[in-house]
């Protein structure tokens, strides 16, 4: 892959750093300039001039710029004036803590930045010296980066040269059955895994039974299953996906959003990943708005009887589902078959009819041209016929002529003979 395509692939993956940032990759906004929390609180703290601190002169003077005119009476026209300077304060508070909160965002996205850079180059550091120790996972880097994969897998290997192998099932097309289970996996790699989804269309079956894959990874499933369209089976038995079983605390919300989208994943196995009540609430509110899945394991975790029971239902009803739907197909497919049989029985009729039709015409044109030429013989042979009697008739004639020429002669030849005498 080159390292165009490989920096497009890497940015895929970076957002998921911030989730695992630790506090020592912080940035430190003040350096950049930013205003701190003294400043904000003294500028809350300040107040609006005083107008009964004013000389009468300064009174009418402020209150002319201001458009109104002094009435002569000093504490009168101070309470006028009061209310102008207070609106003003108002509106110039409002102005330098909108523009210091600017100021602030903008810093604090250029210290982002730094940071992110800061991550990425810390974890593609991680990885490559984890591929340069780990020849396994080397060999295993190349064949998936160059679609020469079996069909099926196992792979055996630690979380930072998963990383690497997530990043290059982004493109790889061989890989239909992965299994990755039991390698002690971190929720970094299974996040990475789980990103890799959102643009494989290879894999089919995903196992990462008993790693310690958290909350990030469940979540980034939820976001990349919502457009993967090929992805039938994912095992996540034995992973931890909470921290507290609280639904916030592991992905549940986008995981259960994504039930309601995806309409390919067939087969899910949530076995004792510590999920709570409230990720059993969010996962069923999904499940009720999904008709593809027929088999779903949520034993082991800490849901409530209700919520077995409406998931085990929905679950018999989207078999249910299926089934009619494949017998559905089945007819629909059979009927097909009845109807392409009747139209390759009708096409063939009509074929039937037409090289009949044809043969007819050809032997109608063979009779005529066999008509043709027994005609142009007969006509010939007539011909030489009468060429022939002709030719007898002009022989004979000749003959006849020829006969009495020398019967003429002779008689001459004999008449002269007599006078002689």
């Given at each position: 892959m080159s390292n165009l395509k490989q920096d497009a692939v890497n940015k895929e993956f970076e957002d998921l750093l911030d989730h695992f940032a630790d506090p020592d990759d912080e940035i430190d906004i003040t350096a950049f300039g930013a205003t701190g929390t003294t400043d904000l609180m003294d500028l809350q703290d300040s107040q609006?001039?005083?107008?009964?601190?004013?000389?009468?002169?300064?009174?009418?003077?402020?209150?002319?710029?201001?458009?109104?005119?002094?009435?002569?009476?000093?504490?009168?026209?101070?309470?006028?004036?009061q209310k102008y300077f207070d609106v003003e304060h108002e509106e110039y508070l409002a102005k330098q803590m909108k523009e210091r909160a600017e100021q602030q965002e903008k810093l604090a996205a250029q210290a982002g930045l730094i940071r992110r850079k800061r991550l990425v180059e810390k974890q593609l550091k991680e990885e490559l010296l984890a591929i340069q120790r780990d020849r396994r996972a080397e060999h295993w880097l190349a064949l998936v980066r160059g679609d020469a994969t079996p069909p099926q897998a196992r792979v055996e290997l630690g979380s930072v040269a998963a990383r690497c192998l997530a990043k290059a099932l982004w493109g790889n097309g061989s890989l239909v059955s992965l299994d990755l289970s039991r390698n002690g996996l971190d929720d970094k790699a299974g996040a990475f895994v789980a990103r890799a989804l959102r643009r494989n269309g290879a894999l089919v079956n995903l196992e990462l039974v008993s790693n310690h894959l958290g909350p990030v990874t469940f979540a980034t499933f939820g976001g990349s299953l919502k457009s993967n369209a090929t992805l039938l089976h994912l095992n996540l038995e034995g992973n931890p996906l909470t921290e507290s079983g609280l639904a916030e605390k592991t992905g549940a919300p986008e995981f259960a959003d994504m039930l309601k989208h995806n309409n390919t994943l067939t087969s899910l196995n949530l076995f004792r990943c510590h999920l709570g009540p409230e990720a059993g609430t969010e996962l069923l509110g999904g499940l009720e708005q999904n008709a593809s899945l027929v088999f779903l394991d949520v034993g082991g975790n800490h849901f409530l009887q209700s919520h077995d029971a409406r998931i085990n239902g929905k679950i018999q009803e989207n078999q249910s589902l299926r089934a009619d739907l494949k017998s559905q197909a089945k007819q629909a497919a059979e009927k097909r078959s009845k109807e392409e049989a009747e139209d390759k029985r009708i096409q063939d009729e009509i074929q039937k009819e037409r090289d009949t039709k044809q043969w007819l015409e050809e032997q109608k044109q063979k009779r005529a041209e066999e008509r043709s030429m027994a005609t142009e013989e007969a006509a010939a042979k007539r011909k030489e016929q009468i060429e022939e009697a002709k030719r007898i008739a002009e022989e004979k004639a000749e003959a006849e002529r020829k006969a009495k020429a020398d019967a003429e002669a002779k008689k001459k030849k004999k008449g002269k003979g007599k006078k002689k005498k």
């Amino acid at each position: 892959m080159s390292n165009l395509k490989q920096d497009a692939v890497n940015k895929e993956f970076e957002d998921l750093l911030d989730h695992f940032a630790d506090p020592d990759d912080e940035i430190d906004i003040t350096a950049f300039g930013a205003t701190g929390t003294t400043d904000l609180m003294d500028l809350q703290d300040s107040q609006p001039r005083d107008a009964l601190r004013l000389t009468n002169d300064e009174l009418n003077a402020e209150l002319e710029m201001r458009g109104e005119k002094p009435k002569g009476f000093f504490t009168d026209d101070a309470k006028v004036l009061q209310k102008y300077f207070d609106v003003e304060h108002e509106e110039y508070l409002a102005k330098q803590m909108k523009e210091r909160a600017e100021q602030q965002e903008k810093l604090a996205a250029q210290a982002g930045l730094i940071r992110r850079k800061r991550l990425v180059e810390k974890q593609l550091k991680e990885e490559l010296l984890a591929i340069q120790r780990d020849r396994r996972a080397e060999h295993w880097l190349a064949l998936v980066r160059g679609d020469a994969t079996p069909p099926q897998a196992r792979v055996e290997l630690g979380s930072v040269a998963a990383r690497c192998l997530a990043k290059a099932l982004w493109g790889n097309g061989s890989l239909v059955s992965l299994d990755l289970s039991r390698n002690g996996l971190d929720d970094k790699a299974g996040a990475f895994v789980a990103r890799a989804l959102r643009r494989n269309g290879a894999l089919v079956n995903l196992e990462l039974v008993s790693n310690h894959l958290g909350p990030v990874t469940f979540a980034t499933f939820g976001g990349s299953l919502k457009s993967n369209a090929t992805l039938l089976h994912l095992n996540l038995e034995g992973n931890p996906l909470t921290e507290s079983g609280l639904a916030e605390k592991t992905g549940a919300p986008e995981f259960a959003d994504m039930l309601k989208h995806n309409n390919t994943l067939t087969s899910l196995n949530l076995f004792r990943c510590h999920l709570g009540p409230e990720a059993g609430t969010e996962l069923l509110g999904g499940l009720e708005q999904n008709a593809s899945l027929v088999f779903l394991d949520v034993g082991g975790n800490h849901f409530l009887q209700s919520h077995d029971a409406r998931i085990n239902g929905k679950i018999q009803e989207n078999q249910s589902l299926r089934a009619d739907l494949k017998s559905q197909a089945k007819q629909a497919a059979e009927k097909r078959s009845k109807e392409e049989a009747e139209d390759k029985r009708i096409q063939d009729e009509i074929q039937k009819e037409r090289d009949t039709k044809q043969w007819l015409e050809e032997q109608k044109q063979k009779r005529a041209e066999e008509r043709s030429m027994a005609t142009e013989e007969a006509a010939a042979k007539r011909k030489e016929q009468i060429e022939e009697a002709k030719r007898i008739a002009e022989e004979k004639a000749e003959a006849e002529r020829k006969a009495k020429a020398d019967a003429e002669a002779k008689k001459k030849k004999k008449g002269k003979g007599k006078k002689k005498k």
